[in-house]
């Protein structure tokens, strides 16, 4: 079936560690992710997207990774800081007008 | 721009009552999509809309979920009547075009008792 989920409900880290985030994906899900970011009472942000014809894209210090060999993305953050603790929501299009959201990982950052 | 919008952002009612939650998407956003987030399901795609249109309304729950979307800048969820089990926070988000980012509004904190 279509689905976007992940591996770790929560990762705790301490305040400058690097903190990777992972996400699985099924076969009918699309070529193309969006990570988001979303804080508590808030809606989800967008933090960075990537398609399938690239394997890695980096930002502002995050990188996501793609293997499509094992269907498989992450999101890596560096030097982590407190600001960043918040739920962590992979989402993959299917077809081309549905964004469907995995479950989401909490990511909580320790001083 | 503002971002999306959303009315109210807080509701408390009682089973049984009507509710009616408002979206005002981002200009020149042609797809506008209604959410539904509970711990238990996470979030939930109920509807969306493109050009005004509704195009998948497959995760609407129940016939006592309606959605409508009159003109490009404004849309409503309706839930009549309204049971406990509605409660969740209901985003609105909107697009322009397809395979681009998708904009949140923050959201509307529902709670049945």
């Known amino acids: 079936g279509e689905s976007v989920g992940l591996h770790l409900p929560t990762l705790s880290v301490q305040e400058g560690d690097n903190s990777i985030i992972n996400c699985a994906y099924s076969n009918s899900a699309s070529d193309y992710f969006i990570w988001y970011k979303q804080e508590s009472g808030k809606g989800p942000q967008f933090i960075i997207d990537i398609r399938s014809n690239m394997d890695k894209r980096q930002g502002q210090r995050v990188t996501v990774l793609l293997n499509k060999t094992v269907k498989h993305l992450s999101l890596q953050i560096a030097a982590t800081q407190p600001g960043d603790s918040a739920v962590y929501f992979c989402a993959g299009y299917t077809g081309f007008q549905k964004l469907v959201f995995g479950t989401g990982t909490r990511l909580l950052v320790s001083p | 721009d503002a971002g999306v919008i959303q009315s109210p952002r807080h509701e408390v009612t009682e089973m049984g009552q009507e509710v009616t939650l408002r979206c005002k998407p981002i200009s020149g956003h042609d797809y506008l999509f209604w959410y539904r987030q509970t711990m238990m399901r996470g979030l939930e795609l109920l509807i969306y809309?493109?050009?005004?249109?509704?195009?998948?309304d497959s995760g609407m729950p129940e016939d006592r979920f309606s959605a409508k979307m009159p003109n490009a800048s404004f849309s409503t969820l309706k839930i009549q009547p309204s049971e406990p089990r509605d409660s969740a926070v209901y985003f609105c988000?909107?697009?322009?075009?397809?395979?681009?980012?998708?904009?949140f509004g923050p959201g509307t904190r529902l709670t049945v008792l």
């Open positions: 809309f493109n050009n005004n249109v509704p195009i998948d």
């Open positions: 988000a909107s697009r322009f075009r397809t395979y681009n980012e998708q904009f």
